[in-house]
């Protein structure tokens, strides 16, 4: 179902969910949600205010940062039982915890919400240093323990509708830490630190939202929308002993770190044979150990509707996107005009041409409306 985070447009009431028109299935950067199972209680105090809980599956989405221990928080699934061989699943020890308060008006709809999140895993002490070390590498098990961790975020929604509510605006947020699987882009939760714990990111996501309902046919609609993961690095004790740029320096591990090697971001690498002999596929750029550091987005589209009756709806849309990346900035080569701070830059056009089957009770006996 969808997670409570979500935005809603009537109350709490399920499948009124506040989901961005696009038709990016990825809907826009900034935006606040997620598919996943749960429980959940809602109550309608008058007709004004929602309050809600809910306990929702638990994962870890992943762990960013390079040069890090080593460590376990999530395997494959058990192909005997019910787990999916072919996922991952993590050691969370807890489940996802989520409240949201809703208040309505006859012009606007305004939501608070709070999420926890209980983070775990596996350390093993005696496992091999980061790459480029001068030190030989260990390989025993000797000394693991298990670290937990938790942490969480707040978020606001508020949508306010004029015009007769033909023009919605939105505005929406989200800030904490371990709070990266909330969001579209799917920015990491966590690093790890050098004793092995895990040492959540603190982040946020922004989304601006404006959607016209020009006519009952025409759906017209704008989004703006940025994510951000903060910085999160210390010093491993070891010394870069690799020949390049890097030579000599700190070996930095974690998030963001200003010794990450980013100037082969931006060189173009040879291709390579694809695995399942598929022909040749991209390979990736060595010397680009690129950790983002917010996501940026803006988004124009439409939606027109032929016909929308007892058949069904028959609709035709068009979207545009511009999505920027940014990293952290990291060890660049100026001398061939390679920056410390490459950046990714996506336009993306999406068609659409769809027929929903009619809703039930949506004509009555006679085919009338």
């Not at 105090?45 to 376990?72: C, D, K, S, Y």
């Not at 990291?330 to 410390?340: E, K, Q, R, S």
Request: with cysteine; aromatic share 12%; hydrophobic share 30%.
């Amino acid at each position: 179902m969808w997670s409570l985070a979500t935005e809603y447009r009537r109350g709490l009431e399920n499948n009124s969910e506040a989901v961005p028109l696009t038709i990016d299935a990825q809907y826009n950067v900034g935006f606040t949600w997620e598919r996943q199972y749960g429980f959940r209680v809602v109550k309608a105090i008058g007709n004004r205010l929602w309050m809600g809980g809910a306990v929702e599956e638990p994962q870890t989405l992943n762990i960013g940062g390079h040069n890090l221990p080593t460590i376990a928080y999530q395997q494959a699934g058990n192909a005997g039982g019910l787990y999916n061989p072919t996922s991952n699943y993590s050691y969370n020890y807890a489940p996802d915890l989520i409240a949201k308060t809703v208040f309505e008006t006859n012009w606007g709809h305004f939501e608070a919400f709070g999420i926890g999140r209980f983070f775990r895993d596996r350390v093993f002490p005696n496992g091999p240093p980061p790459s480029g070390a001068a030190q030989p590498p260990t390989t025993s098990a000797l000394g693991a323990f298990t670290s937990k961790t938790a942490g969480g975020g707040g978020g606001v929604n508020a949508r306010v509708s004029v015009l007769d509510k033909k023009l919605d605006v939105g505005a929406h947020g989200l800030v904490g830490n371990g709070i990266g699987r909330y969001s579209t882009t799917l920015l990491p939760d966590a690093t790890a630190h050098r004793n092995g714990s895990l040492e959540l990111l603190v982040g946020g996501s922004a989304l601006g939202s404006v959607e016209w309902h020009a006519t009952p046919r025409l759906d017209l609609y704008s989004y703006y929308g940025g994510e951000y993961a903060k910085r999160a690095w210390y010093n491993t004790g070891y010394t870069n002993t690799t020949a390049g740029v890097s030579d000599g320096q700190p070996i930095l591990g974690g998030y963001g770190a200003p010794t990450n090697p980013v100037y082969g971001c931006e060189v173009e690498v040879l291709p390579v044979s694809s695995p399942n002999s598929g022909g040749n596929v991209p390979n990736s750029a060595s010397n680009c150990n690129a950790d983002t550091r917010d996501f940026q987005e803006g988004t124009l589209g439409y939606w027109f509707r032929f016909y929308k009756g007892v058949h069904g709806t028959l609709q035709q849309g068009i979207q545009y996107s511009y999505t920027e990346r940014r990293i952290w900035t990291g060890i660049g080569d100026p001398a061939a005009g390679l920056t410390n701070s490459p950046k990714a830059i996506e336009n993306m056009w999406f068609t659409s041409f769809r027929y929903y089957l009619p809703q039930p009770g949506s004509g009555t006996e006679n085919g009338q409306k």
